[in-house]
T-cell receptor, first 110, second 113 residues
């Protein structure tokens, strides 16, 4: 079983829709959870950083962590064409580098 | 806003040659990292570096790889004898503390022919 599972998509939704992106993980040692956005051939850009179960909101973005289910989500409200990118979930045990999911390719149709 | 920078943006080399990828982390950061991303695959951790020594390294980071902080600003990744399978995007990242947000550079695309 892979440490972090993420559906690669592509996920295509109309502009203005609510987008839900998800990751599951198997390692209980992960304590910190992040969502990065990556445009083609660019470096990952941090969107959200959480370390506890529950919700965290920042503008149109909400990150949700459920440690009991080993499941994290990112919601994007009022999606825009500029949100089209690959979204990477990443996790940290606090001891070394981040473990990434494969990324979900998101397409927002104008 | 401070950012991580990387040079070159694209490096083409012949198999067996040595390459050095360069990074300038954010100036007040203390922890430095290298990751790689093979085309179409996930971002993978290579190595972390703190206080002038390697903190952690992955199975990928074998004897062909080395890292160095030659001065107060640069952080380098050296691949001694490149292989075709080393072709990938290489990302440098840094953070202030080990548990803080890691900020990534734009990457160096390495192509081994």
């Amino acid at each position: 079983q892979k440490e972090v599972e993420q559906d690669p998509g592509p996920l295509s939704v109309p502009e203005g829709a609510i987008v839900s992106l998800n990751c599951t993980y198997s390692n209980s040692a992960f304590q910190y959870f992040m969502w990065y956005r990556q445009y083609s051939r660019k470096g990952p850009e941090l969107l959200m950083y959480t370390y506890s179960s529950g919700n965290k909101e920042d503008g149109r973005f909400t990150a949700q962590v459920d440690k009991s289910s080993k499941y994290i989500s990112l919601f994007i409200r009022d999606s825009q064409p500029s949100d089209s990118a690959t979204y990477l979930c990443a996790m940290d045990r606090g001891a070394d580098g981040l473990t990434f999911g494969k990324g979900t390719h998101l397409i927002i149709q104008p | 806003e401070p950012e991580v920078t990387q040079t070159p943006s694209h490096q083409v080399t012949q198999m067996g040659q040595e390459v050095i990828l360069r990074c300038v982390p954010i100036s007040n950061h203390l922890y430095f990292y290298w990751y790689r991303q093979i085309l179409g695959q996930k971002v993978e951790f290579l190595v972390s570096f703190y206080n002038n020594e390697i903190s952690e390294k992955s199975e990928i980071f074998d004897d062909q790889f080395s890292v160095e902080r030659p001065d107060g600003s640069n952080f380098t990744l050296k691949i001694r004898s490149t292989k075709l399978e080393d072709s990938a995007m290489y990302f440098c990242a840094s953070n202030i503390g080990q548990l803080d947000t890691q900020y990534f550079g734009p990457g160096t695309r390495l192509t081994v022919l």
